[in-house]
């Protein structure tokens, strides 16, 4: 088997149990470093390489079908949480109800076949609406903004954000840009309700996943999308 015993001779299952208790997510235990897998009591490098190189396998063939996560930084948002909530979660239920969105985490996470996912940030649901419907266009702008990163262009689109001098699907692009690049992730407004966030200054800022937005479209199929209070 693929983890078979370990350096000590520890059995299959005390290596996932330790491999779990390291790391208590899979998306962290296929993304983890061999230097990572090592510090795992008894994972030497060979069994670290092949847990590696079983991970990179899994990505391969099951690239095409990426499961959702979410698209933009959000505060509040409850990603970091979900293994500390899932025990609360309902086992069944008839629709998932969300009436205030943002990220999704949870929503992502369940992966719900009938939803109601509402926000009052009106830009925040036409985004996701974008992402519906017209996913690959979104990308191909994405993929434009992405070549122009820097400070400067920053600004410029920020500008012409706040002077509606974009189209729908462009505003929606602009909208994950300025969220990935932006300093800290921050969405915020001032009293004219410009979006007024600095620029986040990283240096290799990964401004959208080509896979997670195909995805993250797929499921949106699924859900009705409201701009309106709880």
Not at 26 to 33: D, E, F, G, V
Not at 136 to 142: A, F, H, N
Not at 188 to 207: C, H, L
Request: hydrophobic share 40%; proline share 5%; charged share 25%.
């Amino acid at each position: 088997t693929l983890l078979g015993r370990g350096i000590s001779g520890e059995s299959v299952m005390v290596t996932a149990q330790r491999l779990w208790g390291r790391f208590r997510n899979i998306k962290r235990m296929a993304n983890a470093s061999l230097d990572e897998l090592t510090q795992v009591k008894g994972i030497g490098p060979a069994k670290a390489t092949q847990i590696k190189a079983a991970f990179e396998l899994g990505k391969r063939v099951n690239g095409n079908h990426k499961p959702p996560e979410p698209f933009i930084k959000w505060a509040g948002g409850k990603n970091q949480m979900l293994d500390q909530y899932s025990s609360f979660f309902p086992p069944k239920y008839n629709k998932y109800l969300e009436p205030f969105i943002g990220g999704g985490a949870v929503f992502f996470h369940l992966k719900p076949n009938k939803a109601i996912i509402s926000d009052l940030n009106q830009d925040l649901m036409d985004c996701y609406a974008v992402i519906k419907t017209n996913p690959r266009k979104l990308i191909e702008v994405l993929k434009q903004y992405q070549a122009r990163h820097s400070k400067e262009f920053f600004t410029e689109l920020r500008e012409k954000y706040n002077t509606n001098l974009l189209s729908r699907i462009e505003r929606a692009a602009a909208f994950i840009y300025l969220n990935k690049t932006g300093f800290n992730g921050l969405y915020r407004v001032n009293s004219k309700g410009e979006f007024n966030v600095p620029f986040g200054n990283y240096k290799n800022p990964s401004v959208f996943d080509e896979a997670n937005l195909l995805a993250v479209s797929k499921l949106l199929k699924n859900a009705e999308l409201y701009t309106m209070t709880f």
